[in-house]
């Protein structure tokens, strides 16, 4: 009987051994794919903060007295039509300076994805288009400017340009608490906390057991 119980014992041992050893990669690759997306949470995360005051300040009031002046001045043109070009060029040259920061956070999104599933993309999206519409509205604003000098000029077509200008001018400058892309761009971070904080401050068996999830 003892001699049976041998026989038996080792292949046991070995099978008890193989599933520990499974057991064992599993939880090991459970656990490094909990930290990788924890480590691509925290860092997007702190892109799209980052992001949020870039477009801030791309739409402050305030500003410096040489902003627009990295513009390629036309041939001919005279000190105060100078002036006013740059000025006109100021928010395009604020979101020319955050260029990598933007362009890091679209490059972003795909690795996001991968890892949160493909609704993870939407804050990415509108915080993309957020930056986008800024530039065309600051460049769209400054043809505008430009056409008011033209000569000829209806006054049906001279008020036209004047509304196109305060539409552009709403989207490029700040206006005060209530501005409207002001709160677009909370909730965008908003969204995006809510998928990424959960990640951040997992319950604290988390690391004792991880739970196995899905995007």
């Known amino acids: 009987m003892i001699d049976g119980f041998f026989r038996y014992a080792e292949p046991l041992a ?6 520990a050893a499974i057991y064992g990669i599993g939880a090991w690759r459970r656990e490094t794919r909990g930290k990788r997306r924890m480590e691509l949470a925290e860092e997007a995360l702190a892109m799209f903060y980052r992001a949020g005051d870039a ?3 791309i ?31 100021i928010h395009v040259e604020r979101c020319l300076r955050y260029s990598d920061l933007f362009d890091s956070l679209r490059a972003k999104r795909y690795q996001f994805m991968a ?10 999206d509108d915080m993309w288009m957020i930056r986008n519409r800024i530039l065309v509205a600051a460049r769209q604003g400054a043809r505008a400017r430009q056409d ?5 000029l209806t006054p049906e077509s001279r008020q036209a340009i004047i509304k196109s200008i305060e539409k552009c001018e709403r989207v490029v400058w700040q206006e005060g608490e209530n501005d409207p892309i002001d709160r ?5 971070i908003a969204a995006m906390e809510a998928i990424c904080i959960p990640v951040l401050n997992p319950p604290k068996w988390w ?3 991880v739970r196995k999830e899905t995007p």
């Open 115 to 124: 890892c949160f599933g493909k609704k993870a993309q939407k804050p990415f």
């Open 14 to 19: 070995v099978i008890i051994a193989a599933l």
């Open 148 to 152: 008011m000098k033209r000569e000829g």
């Open 207 to 209: 690391w004792h057991f």
């Open 59 to 89: 739409r402050s009031p305030l500003g410096f007295a040489s902003e627009g002046s990295s513009r390629p001045a036309d041939p001919g043109e005279t000190p105060q039509e100078k002036e006013m070009r740059d000025r006109a060029y």
């Open 184 to 188: 677009e761009v909370e909730q965008i």
């Open 55 to 57: 477009i801030g300040n």
